[in-house]
Structures are given as structure tokens and as C-alpha cells.
């Protein structure tokens, strides 16, 4: 498996930007999708976006168009780009690695607040 250690976030305005990352650590070539999923407070943790070792990507319908996600696999570490954030993007976000044999591995979480 692998151990993901994620950076970045912090707080914005609504309609500004931010940015967070996430490294991969042991078994990387075992992994396929890297993404980013968020807990918003009083939610449950829910799906923001993926991306597999071939540069499929998959947003969630409420940050297509604002957020971006990216990988560099010889880095192993993913990126998520957001922009034109809004109050109800504030959570905590995590950074998930998904391989085979079969496992998901999740980082520890990073914060991001936006405020109005």
C-alpha cells in the first residue's frame, strides 16, 4: 500500500483560488487513480475528483468547470487546482490512492476555508 501526505489550502475569499497536493509514498507502482474527496462540515465525506495512471479525469457536477485536478506520476503526487471558490466548498479535504491489490489509502487531510 501507500502513505499519502497532502499540502496546501488554507483560506480564501469566495471567487479566489487555491491550491492543494498530495505525495505518494511506498508501493506507488501499485497504484492506478489518485483524487481528492472533501467533508464539509456536518457532511459526510463525498467525491470532488480522480484521475488515473492514464490521465482519465472525474469531477464531481458541483466543481466541474472550477476545479482542476492533475498528476505527475513520476513525482507520484497529485494536484488539485481551485478556482472561483465558494463558501460551500470549505471542508476538509482528503487525498485518496486507489491500487491493485485491491486497496484505498487515504491521507490525512487538509483544510480549506472560503469565506463570503
Known amino acids: 500500500q501507500v502513505q499519502l501526505v497532502e499540502s496546501g489550502g488554507g483560506l480564501a475569499q469566495a471567487g479566489g483560488s487555491l491550491s492543494v497536493s498530495c505525495v505518494a509514498s511506498g508501493e506507488i507502482s501499485t497504484i492506478n487513480d489518485m483524487g481528492w474527496y472533501r467533508q464539509r462540515p456536518g457532511m459526510q465525506r463525498e467525491f470532488v475528483a480522480t484521475m488515473s495512471t492514464g490521465g482519465a479525469r472525474s469531477y464531481a457536477d458541483s466543481v466541474k468547470g472550477r476545479f482542476t485536478i492533475s498528476r505527475d506520476n513520476s513525482k507520484a503526487t497529485v494536484y488539485l487546482q481551485m478556482n472561483s471558490l465558494k463558501p460551500e466548498d470549505t471542508g476538509v479535504y482528503y487525498c485518496?490512492?486507489?491500487?491493485?491489490?485491491?486497496?484505498?489509502?487515504w491521507g490525512q487531510g487538509t483544510q480549506v476555508t472560503v469565506s463570503s
Open positions: 485518496n490512492a486507489r491500487g491493485w491489490p485491491a486497496y484505498s489509502s
